[in-house]
C-alpha cells in the first residue's frame, strides 16, 4: 500500500542553519503531497502543499518541490528560527480518496538560539 | 467555534473500560476525519464523515471502535473494552469540502489505557 518515509529525529540546528528534512513516498496513482506542522501545544496545521510533480510549495520560509522522479519531497528552509522548533510530518494523499491523509512518522526540530 | 475542538484533553481509564471521546468541528464544515496517533509513529486515519453520505470506516482497527457524527456537527468515537494498545493521541479534523488537505486539526485526545 501507499506509505511515507521521512528521517527520524530529532533534529538539532543552530538559528540561521540551513535545514533539511528527507521525506520520500510510495504511491499508486498521482499522489497529492503534503508538509503538516504541529507547534508545542497546538494542533496539527498545514504548513504546505503541492499536488503534482515539479510544483513547489511554499510558505513561511519552507519550501518542497515534488519530484516524481525520485519519489521524493523534502523539506527546506534556508535559515532556521527559534520560532520553527516544532514536530514536522509529510503525508499524501491519493486522487481516488482525497479525503484520506498517509503521514510519515514525525521528525521532531530543535532550533538552539 | 474558532477552530476543532477536542475533549477530553487528557483521558486515563483502566483496561476493559469503555471511553467516548468528542470532537466539535468548525461551524459549516461537511467533513470531518478522525485520526489516531501511537508514540513515535505517524497518524493512522479511522473515519471519514462527509454530510449526510456513509462514512468510510475503513481504518477502524476493531471492532471495539466505533464513531458516530450527527449531521454535521459533533462526533463521538467510542472504544470499548479499551486495551493497552488502545494508547495513544486521537486526533479529529474537519475540512469545509472532503479534502484533507484542506483540514484543520483539533489538538487531540491523549488516552492512557493502565
Known amino acids: 500500500g501507499d506509505s511515507v518515509t521521512q528521517m527520524e529525529g530529532p533534529v538539532t540546528l543552530s538559528e540561521e542553519a540551513f535545514l533539511t528534512i528527507n521525506c520520500t513516498y510510495t504511491a499508486t496513482g498521482y499522489p497529492s503531497l503534503f508538509w503538516y506542522v504541529q507547534y508545542p501545544g497546538e494542533g496539527l496545521q498545514l504548513l504546505l502543499k503541492?499536488?503534482?510533480?515539479?510544483d513547489k510549495g511554499s510558505n513561511k520560509g519552507f519550501e518542497a518541490t515534488y519530484r516524481k522522479e525520485t519519489t521524493s519531497f523534502h523539506l527546506e528552509k534556508g535559515s532556521v528560527q527559534v520560532s520553527d522548533s516544532a514536530v514536522y510530518f509529510c503525508?499524501?494523499?491519493?486522487?481516488?480518496?482525497?479525503?484520506?491523509?498517509?503521514f510519515g512518522s514525525g521528525t521532531r526540530l530543535l532550533v538552539r538560539p | 467555534g474558532a477552530g476543532v475542538s477536542q475533549s477530553p484533553s487528557n483521558k486515563v481509564t483502566e483496561k476493559g473500560k469503555d471511553v467516548e471521546l468528542r470532537c466539535d468541528p468548525i461551524s459549516g464544515h461537511t467533513a470531518l476525519y478522525w485520526y489516531r496517533q501511537r508514540l513515535g509513529q505517524g497518524l493512522e486515519f479511522l473515519i471519514y464523515f462527509q454530510g449526510n453520505s456513509a462514512p468510510d470506516k475503513s481504518g477502524l482497527p476493531s471492532d471495539r471502535f466505533s464513531a458516530e457524527r450527527t449531521g454535521e456537527s459533533v462526533s463521538t468515537l467510542t472504544i470499548q473494552r479499551t486495551q493497552q494498545e488502545d494508547s495513544a493521541v486521537y486526533l479529529c479534523?474537519?475540512?469545509?469540502?472532503?479534502?484533507?488537505?484542506?483540514?484543520?486539526f483539533g489538538q487531540g485526545t491523549r488516552l492512557t489505557v493502565v
Open positions: 479534523a474537519s475540512s469545509l469540502h472532503g479534502s484533507a488537505g484542506e483540514a484543520f
Open positions: 503525508a499524501l494523499s491519493e486522487g481516488d480518496s482525497s479525503y484520506k491523509l498517509i
Open positions: 503541492a499536488t503534482k510533480a515539479d
